[in-house]
């Protein structure tokens, strides 16, 4: 559920009218409600009650300031996956101390700044990278705290490029090494064994290859807990949310409206299946949501350039293009495109929807159905809080579009559109060239 509606003919995020937010900031613009990452964090907190349970947002989401701010003021803790992303956190007054660190290409720096920072455990993805992190905290004479990422080999029938749980994958350590894994740790004098973590994969839509995965970690976690007294099991991320009828979904109705058995992955459904088996380990535990936190509070905002209509083929061409939100193509995502003026007495129109950069992947949209609109009008790209923005480039020379949070009637731009000196400033002609 969200909080993106039409009142009267117009779009709105919470209360606020996104046609006033275009006017005043410009497009494209990513739109985020607040009240919707709020309803997120505290259904999956709500769902796991009763457990230890430390939800730890995964930053590489959406890392803007005021959305970490945001579920930091909500209680959140994070799991980066870079020091960039911790210096996030910190520039955003969240706590490293209740944080962790993923990545299977951690830096000696990356390490050296985390142990400094007083992160609470490092998520180890290989036997190198445990070697390292010792070295690290030798030199600093500190003991970090860790936890082995395992793979449990199972399939999250999910989309292939965001398949992280198999043996195919670059990810954690197999479960069948992850025993061996744990002796060696034991015998890092800097290295403190606490917890034993996974992660499968993103926009899982089902419940059951999460159950299959604690059902083969769990004797894992029974074990470790007598042998070396680990603390926590991390149970990753990777909550699937409703990308093709994302408006519809916001309403509480479109939910009891889908068949039992049908009915998307909900927080609710996902913490009754796995609350079981973690009672009986009586561990703390994580979750490392990102994407089902904040896909459905953001939306990207883009207007209309041209309608160019060719032969059997329509194309609807926006200012938003693959560099601002490049999910559609690279991993063939669907979003909801939906005019911010819905008229209804207006016909349909069948079209690509596409931005204007030199790529024939800058398409957000095939054959499309959707209300005809015309230049100068907005439409608006639905669930686009997750892995839009943060992945953004500039490629064309297209400045990095601005970010803006609601509130209620409240909204401020959170991040400003670049400008070209921006984008330039870095950059120099050597002296011979001159
Ligand atoms: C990406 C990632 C997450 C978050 O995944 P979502 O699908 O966005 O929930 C959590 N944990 C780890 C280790 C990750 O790499």
């Known amino acids: 559920m969200h909080h ?12 606020v009218d996104l046609a006033e937010v275009a006017r005043l900031y410009g497009t494209p613009t990513y739109v985020y409600s607040a009240a919707t990452i709020a309803d997120n964090y505290q259904r999956l907190s709500n769902s796991l009650k009763g457990l230890d349970v ?36 910190v520039a955003a007054g969240g706590s490293v101390r209740t944080s962790v660190f993923a990545g299977v290409g951690k830096t000696e720096t990356e390490i050296r700044l985390a142990l400094e920072a007083g ?15 010792n070295h690290v905290a030798g030199k600093l004479g500190l003991k970090a705290a860790i936890a082995i990422r395992v793979n449990p080999d199972v399939d999250a029938n999910t989309h292939a490029k965001i398949t992280t749980g198999t043996s195919a994958n670059k990810f954690g350590i197999p479960i069948r090494q992850a025993a061996a894994a744990y002796e060696a740790a034991s015998k890092y004098p800097n290295i403190s064994i606490q917890g034993v973590q996974t992660h499968i994969g993103s926009q899982i839509t089902e419940v059951a290859p999460f159950v299959r995965t604690l059902e083969k970690l769990a004797p894992l976690a029974a ?7 680990i603390s926590y099991i991390s149970i990753g991320g990777g909550i699937g949310v ?58 990207l905002i883009t207007r209309v350039e041209y309608l160019k209509r060719g032969q059997g083929k329509n194309f609807l061409i926006v200012d938003a293009a693959m560099n601002d939100l490049v999910r ?107």
Not at 259 to 280: C, D, N, S, V, W
């Open 119 to 133: 992160i609470a455990s490092f998520h180890v993805e290989s036997e190198p990278e445990l070697a390292r992190i």
């Open 223 to 229: 074990e470790l807990k007598e042998r070396y007294r």
């Open 54 to 89: 430390r939800v730890c947002y995964a930053v590489k989401a959406n890392s803007n300031l005021a959305v970490i701010r945001h579920l930091s003021n909500l209680g959140s803790s994070f799991d980066f996956a870079s020091a960039g992303e911790m210096r996030r956190v």
């Open 328 to 434: 559609p193509a690279m991993y063939d995502s669907y979003h909801e495109i939906v005019p911010l003026h819905r008229d209804t007495t207006r016909r349909a129109l069948v079209a690509d929807v596409v931005g204007p950069v030199c790529e024939n992947t800058d398409t957000f949209a095939r054959d499309r159905q959707i209300q005809e609109v015309g230049e100068g009008e907005y439409v608006a790209l639905m669930s686009a809080g997750a892995y839009g923005h943060v992945m953004a480039s500039r490629y064309n020379t297209r400045p990095l579009p601005a970010e803006v949070l609601v509130r209620g009637s409240s909204f401020e731009q959170v991040t400003a559109r670049e400008t070209f000196e921006q984008m330039i400033a870095n950059e120099k002609i050597p002296a011979f060239l001159k």
């Open 242 to 299: 409703v990308y093709k009828d994302a408006l519809a979904s916001g309403a509480a109705a479109w939910w009891d409206a889908q068949p039992e058995g049908t009915r998307p992955l909900t927080p609710e459904a996902y913490g009754a299946a796995l609350a079981p088996a973690l009672r009986k380990l009586a561990l703390k535990v994580l979750v490392e949501p990102g994407r089902s936190m904040v896909a459905n509070s953001g939306v």
């Open 4 to 15: 993106f509606h039409y009142a009267g003919q117009n779009l709105h995020c919470e209360s």
